[in-house]
């Protein structure tokens, strides 16, 4: 909102009081300016001359003189705000004479800005010049520019350098900032935010397009420069706060009068919602008279036997430190004969143990005696005697 022009320079805070300021001691003014020099905005110290929003004034900024138009009203400067210093001081309300020179530098902006894009041309440098702008004190001249990658622009500036017969400087921008450079209108029909009062660009995501239930539609929801409208950012946060008492789409609610059906629309500045019931018919209620129907009825389900425990006398009890049964395995069956390669006509290459070279004779049936019995399976495990052979080679050195 803005500030009423007939405040008094030497305004104390007692004065202030109807305007519901904060009770701080004011250290100055500031008033919001529109630079013609790159389209910025910030705020100067107010001198003490009336301004109106839409007047022309001087100002000094980090040493140089500059021309512009108050966006906003003065308004008190306190410690605590605003986040950022006053970019420089107001100078005076822009005379006749500061006009003139305004539209004599104008024309030679956009000489320079011909001869700029004719010699980026003639140098091959892939690079699209936007505009181009003078100090209001015309000792320095600024050219705009976007380009993909970066761009050896020496040679350019030395041929700008004879044109202008001043300091030049090349500053490459981005897409968002060479909309705000060159101003135009919105797909709404009004002066683009970032050209008339926004101070700085804010990230846009198309979680807010989400939230706001638009069209996720390239056109409908970009700007003219390509990227996502600065607007999205406006009422996002009023959105996610009525979100939070809200259905959402697709969910079963219940209505007043008990009918159970599914979300379908929803608008949440003016708290109406559509539901869609099972008969195929709809309805638009308000998000408070939700919730109020019976909860619906749990389908039956079948009962499983284990679900139904025994009464505690026919539950059967295991047996308590009885030992189990082992059940004995039939021994397998001894090798008697050494089973033949199953390479036929190959020769076997292995060597023989001491124990193949001279062997035991063989002991006779009758001297065979039969071992006690010991309850555990006849015959030898197979893999203990692998690790006997094995044992037998390591020690032979084979």
Do not use: H
């Not at 490459?172 to 101070?199: H, T």
């Not at 969910?251 to 379908?264: P, S």
């Amino acid at each position: 909102m803005n500030e009423p022009s007939d405040i008094s320079d030497n305004a104390s805070v007692e004065e202030l009081k109807p305007y519901q300021l904060p009770t701080e001691p004011i250290q100055d003014f500031v008033v919001k300016v529109l630079l013609s020099a790159g389209g910025r905005m910030g705020d100067f110290l107010w001198n003490g001359v009336r301004l109106n929003v839409g007047d022309n004034c001087v100002v000094e900024e980090q040493g140089r003189v500059e021309f512009g138009s108050v966006s906003l009203s003065k308004r008190p400067l306190y410690n605590s705000c605003p986040k950022k210093a006053p970019q420089g001081k107001i100078l005076r309300k822009a005379t006749e004479a500061d006009i003139q020179l305004s539209k004599k530098l104008a024309e030679k902006e956009k000489a320079a800005l011909v001869y700029c894009k004719e010699k980026a041309m003639e140098l091959g440098l892939k690079m699209s010049v936007s505009k181009a702008n003078y100090s209001f004190d015309e000792k320095k001249a600024v050219f705009y520019f976007t380009a993909e990658s970066r761009v050896d622009f020496r040679e350019l500036v030395k041929e700008l350098n004879n044109f202008t017969k001043v300091k030049v400087e090349l500053r490459q921008v981005g897409v968002r900032d060479k909309a705000k450079i060159l101003g135009g209108c919105g797909p709404c029909g009004s002066e683009l935010c970032c050209s008339g009062f926004l101070p700085e660009f804010v990230p846009v995501s198309i979680r807010m397009a989400k939230n706001q239930f638009l069209a996720l539609s390239p056109e409908k929801i970009s700007g003219v420069c390509g990227r996502l409208l600065c607007c999205l950012s406006y009422e996002n946060d009023v959105y996610k706060e009525l979100q939070k008492k809200a259905p959402k789409l697709g969910k079963m609610v219940d209505t007043y009068d008990g009918k159970r059906g599914k979300v379908t629309q929803l608008n949440l500045l003016t708290d109406r919602i559509s539901l869609s019931f099972e008969d195929g018919t709809r309805g638009d209620f308000n998000i408070n008279e939700l919730g109020s129907g019976p909860p619906a009825e749990p389908r039956p389900v079948a009962a499983r036997q284990d679900e139904f425990p025994q009464p505690f006398e026919a539950r059967s009890t295991p047996p308590v430190n009885e030992p189990r049964e082992r059940k004995s395995r039939p021994s397998p069956p001894r090798q008697t004969e050494k089973p033949k390669s199953s390479r036929s006509g190959q020769r076997d290459f292995k060597r023989k143990r001491p124990a193949d070279i001279n062997p035991t004779p063989a002991a006779k049936a009758d001297d065979v005696k039969e071992a006690p019995a010991t309850g555990e399976p006849k015959g030898e495990n197979g893999t203990a005697s692998r690790r006997r052979r094995r044992r037998g080679r390591r020690r032979t050195g084979n």
